[in-house]
């Protein structure tokens, strides 16, 4: 019964800055992989970043340089800040994560947080 909760989406003008946070809850032993995808509409998923257990980070190269992903292992959270924010990053923001429960390892989504960037 894990979940995974999204927050921080908004409406933010080009330029600014957001920062997303993403909380995992629930029957959880440890966590892996946790990343961030985005979709907009017509499109498809795609990754945006993702960080290790290890704070190993990797991202799109649309992104890079603009957006930071890190963790908090303490508090099962995994966050965004994404900085220099332009109209093309309008969309909804996934958590994901790769977590092993009580009996099993598996991934998990969120259910998004749209973000919006207007020019």
């Known amino acids: 019964q894990v979940q995974l909760v999204e927050s921080g989406g908004g409406l933010v003008q080009a330029g600014g800055s957001l920062r997303l946070s993403c909380a995992a809850s629930?029957?959880?032993?440890?966590?892996?992989?946790m990343s961030w995808y985005r979709q907009a509409p017509g499109m498809q998923r795609e990754l945006v970043a993702a960080?290790?257990?290890?704070?190993?980070?990797s991202y799109a190269d649309s992104v890079k340089g603009r957006f930071t992903i890190s963790r908090d292992n303490a508090k099962n959270t995994v966050y965004l800040q994404m900085n220099s924010l332009k109209p093309e990053d309008t969309g909804v923001y996934y958590c994901?994560?790769?977590?092993?429960?009580?009996?099993?390892?598996?991934?998990?989504w969120g259910k998004g947080t749209l973000v919006t960037v207007s020019s």
């Open positions: 994901n994560a790769d977590i092993r429960g009580s009996l099993r390892r598996m991934e998990y």
């Open positions: 960080i290790s257990s290890g704070r190993t980070t």
């Open positions: 629930g029957s959880i032993f440890s966590i892996n992989a």
